[in-house]
């Protein structure tokens, strides 16, 4: 993946190239230090923090397979400190070291991303009036503080509610671009002091959803009701007395 966490700049692919690249960015650290360097500031690659691995992968401590076992000829037996089993095929088996250097027609990337591209992802409601996040598995330690500092990065906020008893918090945005960027921004990948938070969308109102095509004026909130529909309930006053008073309300139906 060309760009990855080097903020976009080519490294050079031929020997000579990459030694002149590799002896300006050294000295480039050594008079500069960090700050002169771009990439080692830029911020982590979400992809990469996605599919990195969060077990150990104890596959690549275990010894080489015996080429002469596959060959048939290796005569060490149970001596013999390699692997004695024949090699897997399929798509990885037949890989080029060439490619694998430059990139280029890669199966061990190709089986990295198409992973990613499997990783659970956030599902977004249809209410478009929906910009509360909920934020699981909270606690005492983890303050409002805490939430405004990560969230406000994403946009406004116009309230957070933390509700300790139940271990969550629900994060309200004013807007519904500000809440989706972070829902996919943090999605399966927020800790907090040392604790991983679980981040969602919350769930609707028990009322009609509002979609785009409502507020386009093509859905139901555009379409008029049909002759024979009943009409909606008035509310009257039984007898006279003051507008505001409630006590005094009655339904009256058609």
């Known amino acids: 993946i060309p760009g990855i966490g080097t903020g976009g700049e080519a490294i050079p692919q031929s020997a000579p190239n990459r030694e002149f690249y590799q002896n300006q960015m050294a000295e480039k650290f050594s008079t500069e230090g960090v700050a002169g360097i771009e990439h080692l500031n830029a911020r982590p690659n979400e992809l990469l923090q996605r599919i990195a691995r969060t077990t150990p992968y104890y596959k690549r401590n275990l010894p080489h397979i015996c080429s002469f076992f596959v060959k048939g000829t290796c005569t060490r037996g149970a001596e013999c400190p390699y692997r004695h089993e024949m090699p ?18 890669d199966p061990v990337a190709k089986k990295i991303l198409d992973r990613a591209d499997k990783l659970p992802k956030p599902d977004t409601p249809s209410d478009l009036t929906i910009c509360t996040l909920y934020v699981g598995g909270i606690d005492e ?95 009257v006053r039984a007898h006279r007395c003051h507008p505001a008073c409630r006590r005094c309300r009655r339904v009256r139906r058609p």
């Open 88 to 105: 897997s095929t399929g798509e990885l088996a037949e890989q080029n070291i060439k490619d694998r250097f430059y990139g280029v027609n």
């Open 141 to 235: 330690t983890i303050t409002q503080e805490d939430l405004r500092d990560i969230f406000y990065a994403y946009g406004e906020i116009s309230g957070i509610r933390m509700m300790y008893k139940n271990g969550c918090a629900f994060i309200t945005y004013t807007k519904r671009a500000d809440a989706e960027l972070a829902v996919e921004s943090v999605f399966n990948k927020l800790v907090i002091k040392g604790r991983k938070l679980k981040v969602t969308w919350a769930k609707p109102a028990q009322r009609g959803a509002v979609t785009a095509e409502d507020l386009a004026g093509r859905g139901p909130a555009g379409v008029p009701p049909p002759p024979n529909a009943r009409a909606a309930p008035t509310l």
